[in-house]
Every structure is written in C-alpha cells, then in structure tokens.
C-alpha cells in the first residue's frame, strides 16, 4: 500500500513537475518542493518527534509545511491535524500532519496555495 507521503511526493511531481529534493546530508525523510524557475520552497515534507511537536506518542509523524495567508493559518491551527508551522515562520506557514484524518484534496488544495503564494507571477499581479 501506497503511504500518503508517497502520495503526496506523486501528486506534487505530476501537478508541478518538481521533484522532492533532499538537501540535508544523509537525511533522506525531508524533502524541499522549488519551483523550477525561481527556486523558492512551496512546501518541505519531513519526519519529526511526536515530542517536538507536542504531540502524545513516541516516534516520529510526517509533517507537511505549507505557506498560507495568515489568516488562513489562524483558522486551520484550530484544527487537530494541523499546527503553527514547525522550523517556519509560523505566521506564514503551516504544518500539517499528513497521516491524520485529513482528506487528500485538501492536502493538495493548501499545495497548490502554497505554490500561488511562493510564485514570482503572483507577486507581480499584486504590485
């Protein structure tokens, strides 16, 4: 069986045609998402501590950073699956547990956000 991480490292490659990039020396479970053109991160995926994240359990959970509108951040932390942003700028990004009850949809809904907000055209658009 396929895990959602995988799922989520497939969508991401067919929808954006980018592919997961390990940049951390031996550290294969975090993966950076660029855009091809301007090399800015839209999502990283990575293991952490259930401790880290203040989250009852031993081992580890796979979190999903996403960026988001800060009040979009604020509505989504509310949430069980989803915390301010682990190792981000908490006000920008957000952290997703992508093994919880969470709708695939909706992982790649905040995908293709991320994606938006991170792309050097959208930032023209609003200047």
């Known amino acids: 069986m396929i895990s959602r991480r995988e799922t989520v490292i497939a969508h991401i490659k067919s929808e954006y045609s980018v592919s ?3 940049l951390f020396d031996g550290d294969f479970d975090t993966a950076v998402f660029r855009h ?3 090399k ?10 259930c401790s880290t994240l203040g ?13 988001c509108d800060p009040l979009l951040v604020d509505i989504l ?9 682990y ?4 006000r920008l990004w957000v952290s997703i547990l992508i093994d919880s ?10 995908i293709e956000q991320s994606f ?3 792309d050097k055209k959208q930032k023209r658009k609003k200047q």
């Open 55 to 67: 989250i009852e359990g031993e081992g580890t959970v796979d979190v999903m950073n996403v960026k």
């Open 116 to 118: 938006q907000l991170t």
């Open 40 to 49: 800015k991160w839209f999502g990283i995926i990575m293991k952490v501590k």
């Open 36 to 38: 091809n053109d301007t």
């Open 101 to 110: 009850e969470i709708e695939e949809g909706e992982i790649f809904e905040l």
């Open 87 to 90: 190792h981000m700028n908490k």
């Open 20 to 22: 997961p990039e390990y």
């Open 77 to 85: 932390v509310q949430r069980e699956s989803f915390l301010r942003a």
